[in-house]
Each structure stands twice: as structure tokens, then as C-alpha cells.
């Protein structure tokens, strides 16, 4: 398997503009994970999705943050407009297990997108 | 809610010596702990785990030691190997299955 696939793997942007990082999970998983890493506040769930279904965004900074899950290869995390504290790495993971249990199964991370907002 | 501190927060050591890395977490009902390994410019990848209903886990030259009394949980990895350089993260879920990640160790294997 090719692993957790996430695109582009550098952005940089403008502070205003909106953004979206993709994210292929691992064929046959059903729950996936959202993660923001800072040097500052280390590893942060943002959201994640069990069976295409936002289970958990209470880690959603704000509401320029939304993302979507359209069915069970893709998800995109979305922020409008983006601004210069959103620099980060953006992670994506998957797991196979059940819906409310889902963060003690393992995950499987992709390589992560570094996001720069000048 | 679950806190969970990690210590210490750079270690380094000698190549062939042992390296532990420890964390305390606050929440009782806590039941899974996970350990993950970050090399530079890669995602996290699961190197061990274990459960509260088992003490001690070992693979290989990795271990993983659980003090559900005292709330702590630590890492061990023995023959320390330059390729084990990287930063190791723990994790505990609360009661309401949340993951609850440590702030992180840097291990430096010094040649």
C-alpha cells in the first residue's frame, strides 16, 4: 500500500487566501484524522472522521477552518482566509477500528503538508 | 481533562547506551498508551503501544513499561542505534477515548 497520501507537501501563501490540503487515506480505513504540529503547541487534533462523518472538531481553531470528507478515499482541509499564524504542518492520518474508539487504533500518518502564510 | 507530561524534552546519549523516556498522565481511566517516532521530515509512525491491562511490552529492543498506580508510563529502548535519532512522542486516551498527545522528545544518538 502506498500509505496515507497527502498534496501538496510545501505551500506558501499569502496572508487572505484561501487554502486546501489533501489527503488520500489508506484504501480499506474508516476513520481519519486531521493534525496541526507547531513548535509552539506541539501535535493538535483538529477533526476527525469516522465512515466519511465528522466525529470530532473541537479542535477546529476557528471558523476559517472547515473540512470536508466526500467519501472514503479523499478529505480536504480547507482554511479561509488564511492568515500568518496558520504556518504549520498540516498531518493527515488513518486507522481501521470503530467509531468510538477510534483514536486508540492505530494511525497511519501521511508525510504532511508545511503550510507558510507570509 | 487528560494531561499528559513527557520528560525530558531533549536526550542524548551515547550509541550502544539505553535510552528511557517518560510520561505521567492525570487521568485514572485512561486504558491506552501509545508511542510514537517522528524522524525529520516524516509523519509519526507507531512504534509500540500498550494497554492498562498488561504492565510491560517488549519488540525487539523497544519496551514499554505502565505504573497505572503511580500514573506513569515510560519508554525504553536498549543498544541505542544512530537511526534511532528522532523525537518520540507518548499519548494517553481519557475517559471519553480522546488521544492526548505529549509534548515530545528529541533523542540525539551521539557516534
Known amino acids: 500500500d502506498a500509505g496515507v497520501i497527502q498534496s501538496p507537501r510545501h505551500e506558501v501563501t499569502e496572508m487572505g487566501q484561501e487554502v486546501t490540503l489533501r489527503c488520500k487515506p489508506i484504501?480499506?480505513?474508516?476513520?481519519l484524522f486531521w493534525y496541526r504540529q507547531t513548535m509552539m503547541r506541539g501535535l493538535e487534533l483538529l477533526i476527525y472522521f469516522n465512515n466519511n462523518v465528522p466525529i470530532d472538531d473541537s479542535g477546529m481553531p476557528e471558523d476559517r477552518f472547515s473540512a470536508k470528507m466526500p467519501n472514503a478515499s479523499f478529505s480536504t482541509l480547507k482554511i479561509q482566509p488564511s492568515e500568518p499564524r496558520d504556518s504549520a504542518v498540516y498531518f493527515c492520518?488513518?486507522?481501521?477500528?470503530?467509531?468510538?474508539?477510534?483514536?486508540?487504533?492505530?494511525?497511519?500518518f501521511g508525510a504532511g503538508t508545511r503550510l507558510s502564510v507570509l | 481533562g487528560e494531561n499528559v507530561e513527557q520528560h525530558p524534552s531533549t536526550l542524548s546519549v551515547q550509541e550502544g547506551d539505553s535510552a528511557v523516556i517518560k510520561c505521567t498522565y492525570s487521568?485514572?481511566?485512561?486504558?491506552?498508551f501509545p508511542w510514537y517516532k517522528q524522524e525529520l521530515g516524516k509523519g509519526p509512525q507507531l512504534i509500540i503501544d500498550?494497554?492498562?491491562n498488561v504492565g510491560e511490552k517488549k519488540d525487539q529492543r523497544i519496551a514499554v513499561t505502565l505504573n497505572k498506580t503511580a500514573k506513569h508510563f515510560s519508554l525504553h529502548i536498549t543498544e541505542t542505534q544512530p537511526e534511532d535519532s528522532a523525537v518520540y512522542f507518548c499519548a494517553a486516551t481519557d475517559s471519553n477515548y480522546q488521544l492526548i498527545w505529549g509534548a515530545g522528545t528529541k533523542l540525539i544518538i551521539k557516534p
Open positions: 487521568d485514572s481511566a485512561s486504558n491506552y
Open positions: 484504501s480499506g480505513h474508516n476513520s
Open positions: 492520518a488513518s486507522s481501521y477500528g470503530g467509531r468510538l474508539n477510534a483514536l486508540e487504533n492505530i494511525q497511519y
Open positions: 500498550i494497554r492498562s
